[in-house]
Every structure is written in C-alpha cells, then in structure tokens.
C-alpha cells in the first residue's frame, strides 16, 4: 500500500508561481508511474502532467495542453517525491490538485484517472486574478 501526501497549495495572485509537493511511501517508487490532477469547482477531476517510469532508467513527463509550457513536473526518488512547479498562475488554475501513483512502466494511459491506484488527499490552489 501507497500513501500520498500533497502539500504546497494556498492563495497566490495570477502570474505568481506555487510549487507543489507529493511524498510518498514505500521503498518502490522509483517504479512508479506518478502524475498531478485537477478538479475545479462543479467541473470532472482533469489530467495536469504526469512523469512515466520507462523500466528502466529513463522517466517521461507529460503535460495537458492547458499547462505546457508553464508546469514541470518532477521527482526525487531518493526522497520519494514528485513535485508540479507552476508558473503563470491564472485564475482557470484554481482547482483542488491530486497527486496519484500507479506500479510499473504503463506507457498509454498516464493521463486516465483509471490507471492510477494511489490517490493523496488533495491540496487547493486558489488562483485570484
């Protein structure tokens, strides 16, 4: 069993940046798939970036059009951490941010909700414009 913690959330301004953070237990993360979603009040929980073990030792970091270009997304696995700079914050990225995992090099579908087994519990970033 995984646990996920997220923190880093809070209230910025747009334009300002947060970095969020995702620790994670366990001694195999270094296997584990792990990706950043997002729900925005009365909207479905979306795909933010994601970062794919290969099976060996490449990862592989996707993000959703919406983010590109001002969210990274990385990870410590010495630390067993994934963390999402964001930058260029805009009000549209106010939304509650899940951190999730899922076990192996699952190369397709990094960014469907349904191939995660390991959710956290959510950190809010409110975006004020």
């Known amino acids: 069993q995984v646990q996920l913690v997220e923190s880093g959330g809070g209230l910025v301004q747009a334009g300002a940046s947060l970095r969020l953070s995702c620790a994670a237990s366990?001694?195999?993360?270094?296997?584990?798939?792990m990706g950043w979603f997002r729900q925005a009040p009365g909207k479905e929980r979306e795909f933010v970036a994601a970062?794919?073990?290969?099976?060996?030792?490449?990862?592989?970091?996707y993000y959703a059009d919406s983010v590109k270009g001002r969210f990274t997304i990385s990870r410590d696995n010495a630390r067993n951490t994934v963390a999402l700079q964001m930058n260029s914050l805009k009000p549209e990225d106010t939304a509650v941010y899940y951190c999730?995992?899922?076990?192996?090099?699952?190369?397709?579908?990094?960014?469907?909700?349904?191939?995660?087994?390991?959710w956290g519990q959510g950190t809010q970033v409110t975006v004020s414009s």
């Open positions: 970062i794919r073990w290969s099976g060996g030792t490449a990862y592989y970091a």
């Open positions: 999730a995992g899922y076990l192996g090099p699952n190369s397709g579908s990094y960014y469907l909700q349904s191939e995660y087994d390991y």
């Open positions: 366990g001694r195999t993360f270094s296997r584990y798939g």
